[in-house]
């Protein structure tokens, strides 16, 4: 499984950059910081995905078996993935990657996790702009996903980003995004 | 039982090959394998059906080997009516780079028109 054949024609751009710290529709304080690459890092976001509900994982992940999800953490926290945590406190409450498919300058794969006490607060958007921001610095151009199509918030809200339907021929939209490069603008 | 297993070439659908030739060993069904059009396969037909061939032998399995050629999907459905298959059995999907499971066209087709129970093998 690939990407799209085609990336939208017009670029998106403007998106802010990590670290940031947003005040969610519930008023929490939430931080959306880059994955650092430490075991403690890596063991929060394990946390989040344990206390995940079954009856929100997309397309098989996050796998609820736990030598799965080690598996799986493996493949995403990777050198050539990026990854955007959502914080309350000390806790992960939501969780942005972008994975290629081979190597730093194919297209990038994204998803989103909320955790369920901290989803419709707004978390989800201001993670994944926040990301794509984060993408852009680094020089990724090309960003697509796939979507339940019954999930029609989920895809109200990548709408609202900016993304676009590339392929709508299957159990599964496919959308995608083509970003401005921000790799000069470190402000 | 009577089992119908359309492969095109992709990657799932050789897992197929390889776990339904093996149930078939384990519980002697009566295997047909439908050989069928999937532009995006990275292999020929002709590969495939000497990959099917080294299975079936491997395993001592005697079944059909069968080049279908049109839409795999209403093909796959319209042998299994016609001939009284009792199951299709198929690729399961696909996984993009982190692991999201997606499910072919074909898959989808054959899901939504089978009246036999339709495998998906993962």
Known sequence: MTGPERYPDDRAGGFPSPPRTVEDAEGRT??????????????????????????DRAQGIPPSRPSKLGDWLDRILDDDCYNVFAWDGDDVV??????????????????????????????????IETTLGYGAEQGISEV???????????????????????????????????????????? | MKVLLGIGGSDDSVRALERVVARTAEVGDDLTVAIVENPRSPRSREEIAERTRAELDDAGIDAEIRQVEGDPG??????????????????????????????????????????????LVR
């Open chain 2, 74 to 119: 209403s093909e796959l459905v319209d042998i299994a009516e016609r001939e009284e298959f009792d199951e299709i059995a198929l690729g399961g999907g696909q996984t993009s780079p982190m692991g999201k499971i997606n499910v072919g066209s074909i898959a989808e087709f054959v899901l939504l028109n089978a009246h036999t129970s339709v495998k």
């Open chain 1, 94 to 127: 939501g969780h942005v990657t972008l994975v290629p498919e081979n190597g730093t300058d194919s297209p990038y794969e994204l998803a989103i996790f909320v955790l369920q006490s901290h989803q419709g607060a707004g978390i989800g958007t201001a993670l």
């Open chain 1, 30 to 55: 939430i931080e959306l910081r880059v994955y650092d690459g430490t075991d403690a890092d890596r063991e929060a976001l394990r946390a989040m995905y344990e206390a995940f509900d079954p009856a």
């Open chain 1, 144 to 187: 697509w996903l796939t979507v339940e199509r019954w999930n029609r918030a989920a895809v109200g809200l990548y709408e609202k980003i900016g993304f676009e339907t590339t392929d709508a021929e299957s159990f599964e939209l496919e959308m995608a995004i083509r970003l401005d490069d921000q790799t000069e603008s470190t402000g």
